[in-house]
């Protein structure tokens, strides 16, 4: 009898196979490759991304990156996630910290944004995941239904749709985009 045993990959891994056109994330130490989501995704990341950018670089609040940065969230094995959108204050990580590699400090909002082959089930519980690890505020985007769900800790997820408006709570005060801006070109 022969058994084979796993070898779990590091971020230092996943980082050298990004450099070889291997896209993909780090959950204990196994990779999850992943694929390029479309058009209208990254129409949305563009969007909401652009929305946020305006507000959060005028008034000097933290670092906003999207998809391909990545976040090291657990070592040994290691997880790295990677957000479509990520916002980290300056409160968690100063302005003008160069960061090679992955991120090690959590965002405080990150935006997910389902895939048509992504279950609601498969990304609440990506949101869950994020909070327990710390982030405040999370937004999954359904490009399908044009809704938003809110994810935050030990709140009920709120369903956002027709002509509601994000909200940057606490995380972002004062922070409001019309979801018609997210999602129309």
């Not at 070889?20 to 995704?41: D, F, K, N, P, Y």
């Not at 990254?42 to 990156?65: C, D, H, P, S, Y």
């Not at 994810?151 to 922070?175: I, K």
Request: hydrophobic share 40%; proline share 4%.
């Amino acid at each position: 009898m022969t058994t084979t045993e796993t070898r779990l990959l590091t971020a230092a891994d996943l980082l050298r196979l990004d450099g070889e056109g291997v896209r993909g994330e780090l959950i204990r130490g196994v990779l999850c490759e992943t694929m390029a989501s479309g058009q209208r995704h990254g129409m949305i990341v563009m969007n909401l991304g652009g929305e946020l950018r305006a507000f959060v670089k005028q008034r000097r609040l933290g670092t906003l990156v999207a998809s391909d940065s990545g976040v090291w969230l657990e070592r040994d094995p290691d997880t790295v996630r990677e957000p479509d959108i990520a916002f980290t204050s300056t409160e968690r990580m100063p302005l003008g910290e160069a960061v090679d590699g992955y991120a090690e400090v959590v965002p405080d909002l990150v935006v997910e944004i389902a895939s048509p082959s992504d279950s609601r089930r498969e990304v609440h519980d990506k949101a869950r995941m994020w909070l327990s690890h710390g982030v405040q505020l999370v937004w999954v985007v359904h490009p399908e239904t044009r809704t938003v769900d809110v994810h935050r800790p030990d709140e009920a997820v709120a369903t956002l749709g027709g002509e509601d408006a994000l909200d940057g709570l606490d995380v972002l005060p004062g922070f409001s985009c019309a979801l018609s801006a997210v999602f129309d070109a």
